[in-house]
């Protein structure tokens, strides 16, 4: 089952504009990630926030974290028609051990128009 | 470095067939994970593996399973399929353990008949 949900479902913006994504998760966490996905293809890791970071930036991504909350936004600026695709953010749960398991939220899928 | 390799990449079988998909990770890496992906249900996670044993499991029955070899090339095999089975399964390698970003392979697409 999905630990987290996201939200929109679908953001349609134009070109330039700024898109934010929101994540809610259920469970304490390690780390929090946001994966793109082109049309059904495979996932690319976009950036990875550990549960003790509150913002991170990577180029045009700000990525902010609310472990009270259990939540995380990823923001776009100056979005561009290839940002087209769907965004997920994906949580590491405590008490795993050593393994890596990815928990996947329901995605946004973003839409930018000329 | 070449990225996470899948193959095949498309896949059609027949319900009660069994399948077996290959996942080659990133050089150096040691950990392979796979996931199913369907419109209902999303993204799932089916297991995990480092240095050929199973780390974790996803909530799928027993007809799913995989193993992994010394060159950290990982496979997956489902059993006895069934429709629901059809879905986007995706395979990622990571470096070491959980603390690390997964790099994902494109895919590969089973249909179901």
């Known amino acids: 089952s999905q630990q987290g949900e996201e939200d929109p479902q679908a953001l349609s913006i134009q070109e330039g504009e700024n898109a934010t994504m929101n994540c809610s998760y259920k469970?304490?966490?390690?780390?929090l990630q946001w994966y793109r996905q082109n049309s059904g293809r495979g996932l690319v890791h976009l950036i990875l926030i550990r549960s003790n970071e509150r913002e991170k930036h990577s180029g045009r991504l700000r990525v902010t974290l609310d472990t009270s909350k259990k939540s995380s936004s990823l923001l776009i600026t100056a979005s561009r028609a290839a940002d087209t695709a769907s965004y997920f953010c994906?949580?590491?749960?405590?008490?795993?051990?050593?393994?890596?398991?990815?928990?996947f939220g329901t995605g946004t899928r973003l839409q930018v128009t000329l | 470095k070449a990225g996470v390799t899948q193959t095949p990449r498309y896949l059609i079988k027949t319900r009660g067939q069994q399948v077996t998909l290959s996942c080659s990770p990133i050089s150096g890496h040691r950990s392979v994970s796979w996931y199913q992906q369907t419109p209902g249900q999303g993204l799932q996670f089916l297991f995990e593996?480092?240095?050929?044993?199973?780390?974790n499991k996803g909530n799928f029955p027993g007809r799913f399973s995989g193993r992994q070899f010394s060159n950290s090339r990982s496979e997956m095999n489902v059993s006895t399929l069934e429709l629901g089975d059809s879905a986007l399964y995706l395979c990622a390698s990571s470096l070491r353990d959980r603390l690390t970003e997964q790099y994902f392979g494109p895919g590969t697409r089973l249909t179901v008949t």
């Open positions: 469970t304490s966490i390690n780390n």
């Open positions: 593996y480092f240095s050929e044993t199973q780390r």
């Open positions: 994906a949580t590491d749960a405590l008490n795993t051990g050593t393994a890596s398991k990815l928990t």
